[in-house]
């Protein structure tokens, strides 16, 4: 429990930033060989599956590209509205990154929602959703204006007086959890699980919703306790 009043420092929050998303795709590759002879298994280890995979990969090759490009830009923006324009001062502390989390979640099931159904968006998203099949590598698969949404859903977390190190994390854990959901190897988990979590069972559902009026739901982390599909 110390970690939830324990003071961490800017660097330390990047720093855990880094490790855990360098490990994170560590496992999520070797999730994906897993997945790869479960299909090699059944035979549907093709090459029309290879070819889609690599096609994953490379649009993340990119979107690293382009982050490297654009990602100090990112950052500033968050820092300068954090240093300017916040309401109040967070402490850099295990509470804090919680709370950010859930409304980092939040933020991004406003965000999700609006990449559905607004054209610009969906203009973007829809190379995530082009993908026949349905596996790790899919969560890879970003478009090229995949970076620039976040921005304006989640900065009124800086607003509230998130640092920004804390925002960067809290987004990288709802998008890393978001990773674990593209399988078909994994099938429903227990009934309260399934209730309070996003789940495989969940996404395979919402990734087969592709024209935006049909979008009606856009679950994250968590299943929203609500139905804000009709606000």
Known sequence: MDFLTEIFSPNQIWGFEVWMNDWFFVLAIGFFIVECLRYAVKKEFTRNFLGDSIANFATLGLFIIILAIVGAAYAGVFLYIYEN?????????GWTIICCIVLADLAYYWEH????MNGFGWATHTVHHSSPHFNISVAYRH???????????????????????????????????????????VKKLPRPIEAIFNTPSHHRVRNTMMPIAQYHSSRSLFCLPVDLSKI
């Open 143 to 185: 478009g090229p204006m995949d970076w620039f949404f976040p921005l304006f859903f989640h900065l009124p977390l800086a607003i509230l007086g998130f640092h920004p190190f804390i925002i960067f994390l809290a987004e990288i854990i709802v998008q890393l959890f978001q990773t674990l959901l593209h399988t078909e190897a």
């Open 85 to 93: 324009f916040r309401v109040t001062d967070l402490p850099l502390s």
């Open 113 to 116: 929602r609006f990449l559905h």
